[in-house]
């Protein structure tokens, strides 16, 4: 019921954007459309922005006068004929489903992201409330069950087996745990190698992973759990410039989806490591170091002028500049060098019951 009055009133907005546009041109105006701007940090971490509110910082006027706005409103007005029928028969597709309905107007894939992404803010909603959603790539195992459209997960009796995060993500119902701290790792293998370990059995925890950047469907998933459980959140990821962005989009969001920030940060995310000054405090040997890239070196300079660093989580900042005096960087994985099973038994337990005191995190236990 509630998700058919979700798309009664998505769909009357639709109608009165697009009745407003035929009504302008009826009357020989050039219509424009106003599409406001999001950023969740800017690059002046002296200013005082406000970049972490969730207001518009500013607008762009389309316009049929130019060229490039023309192009833009055409492929917008089509995907929202596309998004529209999939409201009005209750169907879902993908951002690819939608791009192969038109390939030889939208040209590449980043031609409808950007619609849909103009869409939900011309709409005020988010891309699930359109119908529109991602193929999951996130993976849960651990002390968990839920029921999802009827579906139920009982990743409890088995916290080893992994389970893909459902996709439709408002349909996740009756969340049950008795888990201690939710885990998040960057890559798979990590979580094969915990998996392997019995790590969720041992402590007693969720594990999460987005197999690389999180997709949508596991940060919305992420953000629930943590909504419904309140529990603290750990984030592992490589000690690299790749690694430290995917912390920071699970923890402050993404320039891209900035816009829906509020419903996919999750401000509780607490960085666990690997830590630039972990591979001395863990005797990690020189042959499991790598030399920072020059792309390397030019990614963690542009990350370390985002304003969030300096004024939410400055400690954060100090390592991802200790990485760059280092010059090196190294994988999680890495820790095998000392047993296999090093990571689980002896590295994350180590940093558990010291969380409250690391860099940037809020949790007390």
């Known amino acids: ?12 907005k639709i109608k009165d954007l697009t009745t407003s546009l035929v009504k302008e041109l009826s009357e020989g105006r050039s219509p424009n459309i106003c599409i406001h701007k999001f950023r969740n940090y800017c690059t002046d971490p002296n200013s005082n922005c406000l970049c972490s509110s969730d207001l518009p910082k500013g607008q762009q006027v389309l316009t049929l006068t130019r060229q490039c706005h023309a192009c833009r409103i055409d492929v917008l007005l089509r995907v929202l004929v596309i998004v529209q029928k999939l409201l009005q028969e209750n169907r879902h597709g993908s951002k690819r489903d939608i791009y192969y309905m038109h390939p030889s107007v939208f040209s590449e894939q980043s031609v409808v992201d ?3 992404n103009d869409i939900c803010i011309l709409l005020q909603c988010s891309r699930h409330n359109l119908n529109v959603v991602s193929v999951g790539n996130g ?5 968990l069950q839920f029921l999802e459209a009827g579906r139920k997960f009982d990743c409890i009796n088995s916290p080893t087996t992994a389970y893909t995060i459902p996709v439709h993500v408002e349909e996740v119902k009756d969340i049950v745990s008795v888990a201690k701290y939710i885990l998040i790792v960057e890559k798979e293998s990590v979580f094969q190698r915990l998996a392997n370990d019995k790590f969720c059995n041992a402590n007693r ?3 999460i992973t987005g197999r690389g950047y999180p997709d949508i469907p596991t940060r919305r998933f992420l953000r629930l759990l943590v909504e419904k459980l309140c529990l603290p959140v750990y984030c592992l990821v490589d000690c690299d410039p790749y690694g430290f962005d995917i912390l920071t989009t699970y923890r402050f969001g993404s320039m891209q989806m900035a816009f829906d920030a509020k419903v996919l940060r999750v401000p509780e995310v607490q960085w666990l490591g690997a830590f630039p000054s972990d591979f001395e405090k863990y005797d990690l040997p020189q042959q499991c170091l790598l030399p920072l890239t020059a792309e390397d070196k030019r990614r963690t300079e542009t990350m370390l002028l985002r304003c969030y660093l300096q004024k939410e989580v400055p400690e954060w900042r100090l390592e991802l500049e200790l990485m760059l005096q280092k010059g090196v960087k190294f994988e999680i994985e890495a820790f095998s060098v000392h047993t296999l099973s090093f990571l689980s038994e002896q590295y994350i337990p180590s940093k558990i019951p010291k969380v409250e005191v690391l860099p940037g995190n809020n949790f007390k236990s």
């Open 1 to 12: 019921m509630e998700r058919n009055a979700s798309s009664r009133a998505l769909l009357s």
């Open 114 to 116: 950007r619609a849909i």
């Open 139 to 143: 993976l849960v195992m651990g002390w």
């Open 205 to 207: 925890c969720i594990v």
